[in-house]
């Protein structure tokens, strides 16, 4: 038996309604994806200011956050927290300069080698801050054989299969005082500017 072309269009029609729900329902599963999980708070009661600005995961049970918090003395200290699959936990960072710091980007490029980018002030300069650990974030230290001049990374990305990495940002060009895009990239454990 020979369906006319309107019978076939009907009947494909009629399936494609019928099928609408189940394509969207990747979709509807994707957006139920996300629930609160409750962080660490580092900031004292009477500085309760503290954010988070970037993460990366590993896998599911290595993740790390980046971002602020007002110390004691109402300036701004890293934060660097750790997801171990069941609850986060915060880390101490390198937190340098005398005036304040902060963390913007990070990369976890294995489950111990994870890299961290931001800016420090001191002498209210804000200097370029890039912060590596390579035991899972036991220890951060600053990283002061790549590039430090004036300005902020804002960013960082990499390729955990091959270790290559990727900082971006801006910097203050010291001669005409103005503010200049800059890409670092990570060359034998350290970054180095690239031109653009």
Same mark, same amino acid.
């Given at each position: 038996?020979?369906?006319?072309?309107?019978?076939?269009?009907?009947?494909?029609?009629?399936?494609?309604?019928?099928?609408?729900?189940?394509?969207?329902?990747?979709?509807? &599963?994707?957006?139920?994806?996300?629930?609160?999980?409750?962080?660490?708070?580092?900031?004292?009661?009477?500085?309760?200011?503290?954010?988070?600005?970037?993460?990366?995961?590993?896998?599911?049970?290595?993740?790390?956050?980046?971002?602020?918090?007002?110390?004691?003395?109402?300036?701004?200290?890293?934060?660097?927290?750790?997801?171990?699959?069941?609850?986060?936990?915060? #880390?101490?960072?390198?937190?340098?300069?005398?005036?304040?710091? #902060?963390?913007?980007?990070?990369?976890?490029?294995?489950?111990?080698?994870?890299?961290?980018?931001?800016?420090? &002030?001191?002498?209210?300069?804000?200097?370029?801050?890039?912060?590596?650990?390579?035991?899972?974030?036991?220890?951060?230290? #600053?990283?002061?054989?790549?590039?430090?001049?004036?300005?902020?990374?804002?960013?960082?990305?990499?390729?955990?299969?091959?270790?290559?990495?990727?900082?971006?940002?801006?910097?203050?060009?010291?001669?005409?005082?103005?503010?200049?895009?800059?890409?670092?990239?990570?060359?034998?454990?350290?970054?180095?500017?690239?031109?653009?």
């Amino acid at each position: 038996m020979k369906l006319s072309k309107y019978c076939q269009l009907f009947f494909f029609a009629v399936l494609f309604f019928l099928a609408l729900p189940l394509l969207s329902s990747h979709k509807a &599963y994707a957006d139920v994806g996300f629930s609160r999980v409750s962080s660490q708070d580092p900031s004292p009661a009477t500085y309760p200011v503290n954010g988070l600005q970037a993460v990366s995961s590993y896998d599911a049970t290595h993740a790390w956050a980046v971002g602020s918090y007002t110390n004691s003395d109402g300036t701004y200290h890293d934060l660097i927290e750790f997801w171990n699959g069941t609850n986060w936990t915060t #880390q101490t960072g390198a937190n340098p300069g005398t005036d304040a710091n #902060q963390l913007l980007g990070v990369k976890a490029l294995s489950t111990t080698d994870v890299w961290a980018v931001g800016s420090y &002030y001191t002498d209210s300069k804000g200097k370029v801050l890039i912060e590596h650990s390579t035991d899972g974030g036991s220890t951060w230290t #600053q990283d002061t054989s790549s590039f430090t001049g004036n300005g902020s990374l804002t960013g960082i990305d990499g390729d955990p299969s091959s270790g290559d990495a990727w900082a971006v940002g801006w910097i203050l060009n010291d001669t005409t005082s103005a503010y200049e895009p800059i890409t670092l990239k990570l060359v034998s454990g350290h970054f180095s500017v690239v031109t653009l």
